[in-house]
């Protein structure tokens, strides 16, 4: 039988995320005064983007891929006419992937 004091640490690890990271992904288009603009381009960076330390990808084809090693990244997602943008901290990932068709960027 499980104590209550086991099943509620089991919960408080689940519900913090320390068990399994849930996958990260940009929105596919953003609303900005009242005008829909969709994805077009992504960017990843070790630390929040006002640090400046923008990762380079590696290229596959039409998708673009980075490979996560001990670092903290923020995916950036821009979107098309928009100067707006959306950030993403992709805490417990280990591949980030932006490109196809039509553009998608996600962490998992």
Do not use: E
Not at 43 to 54: E, F, H, I, V
Not at 67 to 87: E, F, G, M, R, W
């Amino acid at each position: 039988m499980w104590s209550s004091k086991t099943l509620c640490a089991l919960f408080y690890a689940l519900a913090s995320g320390a068990a399994v990271a849930a996958p990260v992904a940009c929105p596919i288009s953003v609303l900005d005064s009242g005008v829909r603009h969709v994805l077009n381009n992504a960017a990843l960076y070790d630390g929040p983007p006002d640090q400046m330390t923008s990762l380079v990808p590696v290229r596959a084809g039409r998708v673009a891929r980075w490979d996560i090693d001990q670092i903290d990244p923020y995916l950036v997602c821009k979107y098309k006419s928009t100067a707006k943008t959306i950030t993403l901290h992709a805490k417990n990932v280990s591949v980030c992937a932006a490109g196809m068709t039509p553009f998608r960027a996600h962490c998992k």
